[in-house]
């Protein structure tokens, strides 16, 4: 089966650097991906991996180790507007997306 | 501009009643999903359907039903026996096969389903 770990929340201040971490257990791996959810939103792609690496996208970069079966989504000058849920995702072999917990992030004046 | 909508965005439910969830896309996407989410959890598969006229039961399927008679449409019914519908629904949609399209779902504005 598929599984994944990530943190339950995290707290950073404005301006800073934070980082989500995401532990996967999959049979086959298809890509690791993160979506952002604002409080009672609707659920948005911020990144994708494939390959092993750093992917950079504004302030948003994600990181992926196929070895280490890790990942994380990296944010950079925080902004109040980050704090959300980050949820990571893979997909699996029949094409469906297995989501995370999610972590909510607060960012603090 | 091409989108997810999905109607109502809030609905109540009377016991052993049956109630329905529209979700209607414009992307042109072969792929939509109904997902559900509970507070402070994350998003679990109830159905999804590749094609129209075929789909197929997720992690949670017990006490829903799907239809996918028109690619644009995929409405969702929780019936009387799912005996704990209180939550936050969510309905998406894909190009294709989620690797094939990086991964990438796009998601309605969700509908918050309620028991009275």
């Known amino acids: 089966g598929q599984s994944l770990e990530q943190p339950s929340e995290v707290t950073a201040v404005e301006g800073a650097i934070v980082q989500i971490n995401c532990t996967y257990q999959t049979s086959g791996f298809y890509g690791l991906s993160w979506y952002q959810q604002h409080d009672g939103g609707a659920p948005t792609f911020l990144s994708y991996?494939?390959?092993?690496g750093l992917e950079e996208t504004g302030r948003f970069s994600s990181f992926l180790s196929r070895s280490d079966s890790y990942g994380y989504l990296l944010l950079q000058e925080l902004q109040m507007k980050d704090s959300a849920s980050y949820f990571c995702a893979v997909r699996d072999g029949g094409g469906k997306l297995i989501f995370g917990q999610g972590t909510e992030l607060s960012v603090k004046p | 501009d091409g989108g997810i909508t999905q109607s109502p965005k809030y609905l109540f439910r009377k016991e052993g009643q049956n109630v329905t969830l529209s979700c209607e896309q414009n992307?042109?996407?072969?792929?939509m999903y109904w997902y559900r989410q509970d507070p402070g959890q994350g998003l679990r598969l109830i159905y999804y359907?590749?094609?129209?006229?075929?789909?197929q039961k997720g992690d949670i399927a017990e006490g829903y039903s799907v239809s996918r008679e028109k690619k644009e449409s995929f409405p969702l019914t929780v019936t009387s026996a799912q005996k704990n519908p209180t939550a936050f629904y969510l309905c998406?949609?894909?190009?294709?096969?989620?690797?094939?399209?990086?991964?990438?779902?796009?998601f309605g504005a969700g509908t918050r389903l309620s028991v009275l």
């Open positions: 359907s590749q094609i129209v006229n075929d789909f």
């Open positions: 992307l042109n996407h072969d792929a």
């Open positions: 998406a949609s894909s190009k294709g096969l989620a690797g094939v399209t990086k991964n990438i779902q796009y």
């Open positions: 991996n494939a390959l092993d």
